[in-house]
């Protein structure tokens, strides 16, 4: 993976020998658009739907959108349903915003709430253990790819025993975040010097930079 102009790219390395697999499980070359049928959610029941957030209220407070999926995989990974869980992560530096596969209660509560940046979710996969239980935590495109790779090597199946898919309207580049940290401080983002965290509070206004 390369970054170019914001975003990440796949990148074929020399070891390339055209077979073509890679494509197999590009979620961006193999949609068919099923998935973006206008009468999926009609067809969805109201029995089907639920509403729910973190009884924590600083799991709540902090995390987006309630905090519903940190508390989930907490309570997952403490009552050993799992033993962790692939998520991404910020440490509020742009360039630390990655996959990581969380297996205590701090590394997932450090992972809280939104990252608006492009992360490659399944290219930590290659480090999963196949041995153990895993919940996977990502976008519609990730989760597509992840389900073409289980499709090809049964084993993701049984590692990766829940799937939860996030709503997306799309990732915008690493561009729109530094411009966003200059709109907002009247600098240019500087990585020794400053970090952003969206949503934090769980408010979307309440993104804070420090320097």
Do not use: H
């Amino acid at each position: 993976i390369i970054n170019k102009n914001g975003f990440n790219i796949p990148k074929i390395d020399q070891k390339c020998i055209n077979c073509g697999r890679c494509l197999t499980v590009c979620s961006s070359f193999n949609n068919t658009g099923k998935y973006y049928d206008n009468n999926f959610f009609k067809n969805l029941k109201d029995e089907n739907c639920y509403i729910g957030y973190a009884k924590d209220n600083e799991i709540r407070n902090y995390g987006a959108s309630g905090g519903i999926i940190t508390a989930l995989l907490i309570n997952l990974l403490e009552n050993k349903k799992i033993d962790g869980c692939i998520i991404a992560y910020s440490d509020g530096k742009i360039e630390n915003t990655k996959a990581i596969i969380a297996t205590t209660k701090d590394e997932i509560l450090n992972s809280k709430s939104s990252k608006y940046m492009p992360i490659s979710m399944n290219t930590i996969l290659k480090q999963t253990d196949k041995d153990k239980k895993y919940a996977y935590v990502g976008k519609g495109c990730d989760i597509r790819g992840l389900t073409l790779l289980q499709e090809k090597y049964s084993v993701l199946k049984d590692i990766i025993v829940l799937k939860i898919g996030l709503m997306c309207a799309g990732s915008p580049s690493v561009n729109a975040t530094q411009n966003l940290y200059k709109e907002m401080t009247g600098m240019d983002y500087d990585s020794k010097k400053s970090c952003f965290f969206y949503r934090y509070k769980g408010w979307p206004g309440n993104s804070i930079a420090k320097y």
